[in-house]
């Protein structure tokens, strides 16, 4: 699988590549540094998917995820932010990311585990019970 990181923090690229390699997951992450890079990136490269932190030094808060889904409709976007707040999280997830993680309260498999629900669209199995 291949990632686009957004972030500006390199010790946090670090941190995050090593989570992902110990979670057992063969990802490729490519990092930029701020949204004029990750713009060039999302269309350069094609990831599978970005991981986006909220607060880059030329973004604004959700800024970068409107700017990201412009440049690449339909690029599956997980956001990683240092932000506990749940209005932020709720603005990200209806502005269409596809999730929401807070930095420093993610391990290696449940950032693999967002990554892979955000690139594998769920299907509903035929077989399931119907609500009454």
Known sequence: MRLLMVEDSEAYVALVRTQLAAGGGEVRVRHARTLAAARDAVVRDRPDCV???????????LEALDALRAAAPGLPIVVLTGWTHDDVALRAVRTGAQDVLVKGDTSGPALLRAVRHAVEPSTPSSGSPRWR
């Open 51 to 61: 991981l986006l932190d909220l607060g880059l030094p030329d973004a604004d808060e």
